[in-house]
């Protein structure tokens, strides 16, 4: 894989060098920061990627080759810098993606949601709106993780036998430090028989960018 040798910003194309001494190369797959694997199949392997979908810092990409024979390369992996501009306050209403997702029945692993904030700042206060379909709330755990990892419940097996859990830019009190970064709502349904949905999750943040960070 070729080092770029300098921070990326914006939408980069990766590119590898492969070839087979005794046959042909199926494909190249990269593992690219977030996590993600994009397979090329022809020369020049290439994979385009985002970097406005991370945070800036640093991540490692790796790519494989694979012949037509089932063997496959050692990985080569190349350290790389996201440096894309964040001089934006991180204030705002952020609304999650791929919603909705079904609540598995009394299952401790649950759901979770994220929404990746970028920007500057430090918290000065959080609110949340978000809509949950359930038969009976009262199954229901429902959490918001920061960041920085704090985790604040939102609702611990509240409301009994009632529908849904409906929240409309309700204040979320516990968050400090920086707004930028994956913030996650899980939802854990722990009983049987009731089932449900979410519907809808965003985020209202405010922040102070003149504050000096304290850490998170």
Request: glycine share 10%; hydrophobic share 35%.
């Amino acid at each position: 894989i070729i080092d770029p040798g300098a921070p990326i910003s914006g939408t980069f194309v990766f590119e590898a060098n492969a070839n087979d001494t005794d046959g042909r190369i199926n494909r190249v797959a990269f593992t690219l920061p977030d996590g993600s694997t994009v397979n090329d199949t022809a020369a020049p392997y290439m994979a385009e990627f985002d970097t406005t979908s991370v945070l800036n810092g640093t991540y490692t990409v790796t790519a494989v080759a694979t012949d037509n024979r089932g063997g496959s390369s050692a990985p080569s992996s190349i350290a790389i810098n996201v440096s894309n501009s964040v001089s934006a306050c991180a204030d705002g209403t952020m609304v999650a993606s791929g919603l909705p997702i079904t609540i598995p029945d009394n299952d401790p692993t649950g759901i979770q949601s994220s929404i990746l904030v970028n920007g500057a700042g430090q918290l000065t206060g959080v609110r949340i709106s978000m809509q949950v379909k359930h038969t009976y709330r009262g199954d229901l755990i429902v959490s918001l993780k920061n960041p920085a990892g704090q985790t604040v419940i939102l609702s611990n097996r509240e409301g009994s036998g009632n529908d849904d859990i409906v929240m409309t830019n309700q204040q979320v009190a516990g968050f400090s430090g920086r707004a930028s970064g994956a913030w996650t709502l899980s939802v854990v349904d722990r009983a049987t028989t009731d089932k449900g949905t979410l519907e809808q999750f965003s985020l209202h943040l405010t922040t102070n960018c003149s504050a000096v960070p304290t850490g998170g």
